[in-house]
């Protein structure tokens, strides 16, 4: 005669604690720091060493830029595609020492290179990428609602006044990618911003001439303490900004269920 089972007995399998499995253990690449979840793809890794390449290239030219806005301002608005190299180029040409037309052109890849790498981080890393952009800005968040909102009608004029607008172009670059914008559809927004930008440069350079010229040539002469004060303030800027996210307490855990 066998035993019904009585109605307040479990399962041996319920009544044992379930140990944690390896699919529950905490992944090393689960980083808030970093832009993805999970294991990097092999795309992850190729954009991200183009984001961090990029830096590093804006980085090392820092302290060459005083020195070659007197000098050589073409090589240096192809290489950077500063406002500074940019006025300075225009302004030379206006006094016979180069060519107006290679001042322009050579600002387009200075001032586009490192565009179509924040686009593809945004369309690939999406929300996660913007809000670690923006940082403390509300820029990021204000501006995917925008976009949820009014789709292309803002995305696309918001590439277009980009260089414009006082807030860092790569935001609006990688919200253009988050929103689905298309590939030829970002290059051309972009290389109408960046003409719009440097026909503006370059009229202000060719206005101011001589005087821009002198200013230029200044900046140049003393070119190695303003180098030397940019890296300072980056260095200085760059501790700031890590020993507050060190002061920052831990959120505390969410509680479970």
Same mark, same amino acid.
């Given at each position: 005669?066998?035993?019904?089972?009585?109605? *307040?007995?479990?399962?041996?399998?319920?009544?044992?604690?379930?140990?944690? *499995?390896?699919?529950?253990?905490?992944?090393?690449?689960?980083?808030?720091?970093?832009?993805?979840?999970?294991?990097? &793809?092999?795309?992850?890794?190729?954009? /991200?060493?183009?984001?961090?390449?990029?830096? +590093?290239?804006?980085?090392?030219?820092?302290?060459?830029?005083?020195?070659?806005?007197?000098?050589?301002?073409?090589?240096?608005?192809?290489?950077?595609?500063?406002?500074?190299?940019?006025?300075?180029?225009?302004?030379?040409? #206006?006094?016979?020492?180069?060519?107006?037309?290679?001042?322009?052109?050579?600002?387009?890849?200075?001032?586009?290179?490192? =565009?179509?790498?924040?686009?593809?981080?945004?369309?690939? /890393? %999406?929300?996660? +990428?913007?809000?670690?952009?923006?940082?403390?800005? &509300?820029? *990021?968040?204000?501006?995917?609602?925008?976009?949820?909102?009014?789709?292309?009608?803002?995305?696309?004029?918001?590439?277009?006044?980009?260089?414009?607008?006082?807030?860092?172009?790569?935001?609006?670059?990688?919200?253009?990618? /988050?929103?689905?914008? %298309?590939?030829?559809?970002?290059?051309?927004? =972009?290389?109408?911003?960046?003409?719009?930008?440097? %026909?503006?440069?370059?009229?202000?350079?060719?206005?101011?001439?001589?005087?821009?010229?002198?200013?230029?040539?200044?900046? &140049?002469?003393?070119?190695?303490?303003?180098?030397?004060?940019?890296?300072?303030?980056?260095?200085?800027?760059?501790?700031?900004?890590?020993?507050?996210? #060190?002061?920052?307490?831990?959120?505390?855990?969410?509680?479970?269920?």
């Amino acid at each position: 005669m066998t035993e019904e089972p009585t109605a *307040g007995a479990a399962p041996a399998a319920q009544e044992a604690p379930a140990e944690p *499995g390896p699919e529950t253990e905490k992944s090393p690449w689960d980083d808030p720091r970093l832009p993805w979840t999970g294991k990097p &793809s092999k795309k992850d890794i190729a954009c /991200w060493a183009a984001v961090v390449g990029s830096g +590093l290239f804006l980085l090392i030219l820092l302290p060459f830029r005083a020195a070659l806005v007197g000098t050589h301002p073409v090589l240096g608005e192809l290489l950077n595609g500063s406002t500074e190299s940019i006025i300075s180029a225009a302004a030379f040409a #206006r006094v016979g020492h180069g060519s107006l037309i290679v001042a322009i052109l050579a600002a387009f890849p200075g001032i586009m290179k490192f =565009d179509l790498v924040w686009w593809w981080a945004g369309s690939l /890393w %999406g929300e996660k +990428l913007i809000l670690l952009v923006s940082g403390r800005r &509300s820029h *990021g968040p204000k501006y995917m609602e925008r976009v949820n909102k009014w789709g292309p009608r803002f995305t696309w004029p918001a590439v277009i006044v980009s260089d414009f607008l006082p807030i860092p172009t790569s935001i609006i670059y990688a919200v253009a990618g /988050w929103a689905g914008m %298309g590939f030829v559809t970002f290059i051309a927004l =972009d290389f109408i911003a960046s003409g719009l930008w440097i %026909g503006l440069l370059v009229s202000l350079g060719w206005a101011l001439g001589h005087h821009a010229v002198v200013v230029a040539q200044a900046i &140049s002469k003393y070119s190695l303490w303003i180098s030397l004060a940019i890296v300072v303030m980056v260095v200085a800027g760059q501790f700031r900004g890590s020993r507050r996210k #060190r002061l920052v307490p831990p959120e505390p855990p969410a509680p479970r269920p």
